[in-house]
Nanobody, 127 residues
Framework: QVQLVESGGGSVQSGGSLRLACAAS????????IGWFRQAPGKEREGVAH???????TYVESVKERFTISRDNAKGTAYLQMNSLKPEDTAMYYC?????????????????????WGPGTQVTVDS
């Protein structure tokens, strides 16, 4: 099973940017769905962005045009570029992997049963 570790979180002012990274080990992620999720205090976890092995991606409406998910299979790393951050983006961010992503894109991955999760990285956006 693949192991995941997130990095790149921190505190930024509203309108700022952060780039999260998700480093995988233990297996090649090239055929995996990769998803970024977030959970704010008192709220349910939500899927933010997903990318399939085809490289196509999908986003929750609230982050479209601001966030970009990408992957570098050779490095075993996925990324979430977050621009124009808002206070409502404040949350713990998690990356996750699902092995059933071969030949599929982000829309398929958004329905996935992710079974490998990282410990998370905190993102705080100050107004």
């Amino acid at each position: 099973q693949v192991q995941l570790v997130e990095s790149g979180g921190g505190s930024v002012q509203s309108g700022g940017s952060l780039r999260l990274a998700c480093a995988a080990s233990g297996a090649s992620i090239s055929n995996y769905c990769i998803g970024w999720f977030r959970q704010a205090p008192g709220k349910e976890r939500e899927g933010v962005a997903h990318i399939g092995s085809t490289g196509t991606s999908t986003y929750v409406e609230s982050v479209k045009e601001r966030f970009t998910i990408s992957r570098d299979n050779a490095k075993g790393t996925a990324y979430l570029q977050m621009n124009s951050l808002k206070p409502e983006d404040t949350a713990m961010y998690y990356c996750a992997a699902w092995a059933s992503g071969y030949g599929y894109g982000g829309a398929w991955c958004a329905r996935g049963s992710y079974d490998s999760w990282g410990p998370g990285t905190q993102v705080t956006v100050d107004s």
